[in-house]
């Protein structure tokens, strides 16, 4: 096995055969054979370190140690600025290996594409394939750069553009799971976890419901209606059981109060109001009026409970008089207990998330109120819920009427 010899050695060899010359005035081989004798160096191995003709030889004396301090500076400086580089790739890179796996290989060719101008190709490459994880080599990189693109990345550019309109038609909240039901239902059959990829791409997600204010003042008078729904929200038809609620909206002119009601059976708002005002007549005796007038609630012969709160507007004379007029039976839940009106709340919460959380101010109450007219809209016709298996309102409204009219002609 050949010797291995440290670069002071060759050094000290290569000048003693050039002393050696200057001093006896003899041949290189004569001088290199003295000198190899004298340190255990074979002549041929001294022969290759000797420099070639016109090349300067190493400097000797004194000037050497200066010389090899700026050289040793230099490489230090050399190598922290690689260092802080590194440092600031896997910075950057830092959201790729947060799940412990290799990253997907079109985000890393993305990531390059992102950075490659500050970094350079070569230093992220090496500094990202030193973590456990694993990346790209340069060279794998150059290659994907200079294949042609796959039928898959063609098809991806058309679905990602309908994510986006999708995902933005829909007021940027839906998550993976019902953009994948909205694009089937468009006609595109594609999978869940492709569907999550491709919002990835699109830089998408869906909205999540934050805490709700606290916002019933209950009433300081004795109620004794009972509780008819016992968290019991589910409905064998529509307009069997309603909930009711009241959130708020703050605004640059004060607070906006939004009252709504919801349908159990179908999920459907069928009553809403918009005020600046929390008085009875001003915002849920409005919403109760829009909803008996929409609806057969009229007509179903006291079978329809509404339920609510032990807010003051809801258990006072006049809203209790208009439940009772149209034969509406009347249900309140316990004081302090969101369960017991779960899904009115349910209805406020998703009416923050994706309509008021997605403005930093609203101007005014106006503003709410078109804003919430829009919503409420979309909600009914377009919105697809989870609890209705990922259908609208309306269409679960129609298939009960189609189903009932069915029966009808059986019959």
Known sequence: MPKKYDQDLREHAVRMVLDKRAADGCSQRVAMDAVGASLGIAPATIRNWMPRPGEEPAATG????????EEENRRLRRELAETRRANEILKKASAFFRSGTR??????IRFIDEHRDRFGVEPICRALRATDCGFITSRGYRAAKSRPRCARAIRDDVLVEEVKRLHAQNYGVYGHR???????????????????????????????????PFTTVPSKLPDHRPDLVERDFHALAPNML?????TYVRTVSGFAYTAFITDACTRKIVGWSVASSLSTQALPMIALQQAIATT?????????VHHSDRGVQYVSLAY????????????VGTVGDSYDNALAETVNGLYKAELIYSRTTWPS?????????????????????????????????????????RTLVTT
């Open 62 to 69: 004194a000037a050497k140690p200066r010389e090899s301090l």
């Open 320 to 331: 209790t008089d208009t439940l009772a007029e149209h034969g509406v039976a009347p249900s």
């Open 296 to 304: 057969p609630a009229a007509r179903q012969g006291g079978r329809l």
């Open 178 to 212: 019902k953009m994948w039901y909205a694009m089937r239902r468009e006609g595109w059959m594609i999978g869940r976890d492709q569907t999550a990829r491709l919002m990835r791409t699109a830089g998408l997600h869906g909205v999540r419901r934050g805490r709700r």
């Open 365 to 405: 109450t106006s503003a709410v109120e078109l804003a919430t007219l829009e919503w409420v809209t979309w909600w009914n016709h377009q919105r697809l819920h989870e609890a209705l298996g990922y259908r609208t309102p309306v269409e679960v409204e129609a298939s009960y009427d189609q189903s009932q009219t």
């Open 242 to 246: 309603w909930v009711a609620d009241i």
């Open 103 to 108: 990253p997907p290989h079109d985000e890393m």
